[in-house]
């Protein structure tokens, strides 16, 4: 399972939360505005990041700049 070893690879780039104002999910608790997360993969609709709680998420992109 590829994404067991995302955690240990190199940093992709480092991206910016813009917002965590969401319709759906309740994201604030994982992501701060204004904060600097390390991407460690990226597909079309979503970055995955080391958020707050130290693990991998999987995030839309709207909430990064």
Excluded at 22 to 44: F, I
């Amino acid at each position: 399972m590829l994404h067991n070893t995302w955690k240990d690879s190199p940093t992709l780039r480092t991206v910016t939360c813009t917002h965590t104002d969401a319709a759906k999910y309740l994201v604030s608790n994982v992501l701060t505005v204004g904060k600097q997360y390390e991407v460690k993969n990226e597909t079309d609709e979503f970055i995955f990041v080391i958020d707050n709680t130290g693990h991998i998420g999987g995030y839309y992109k709207t909430y990064f700049a």
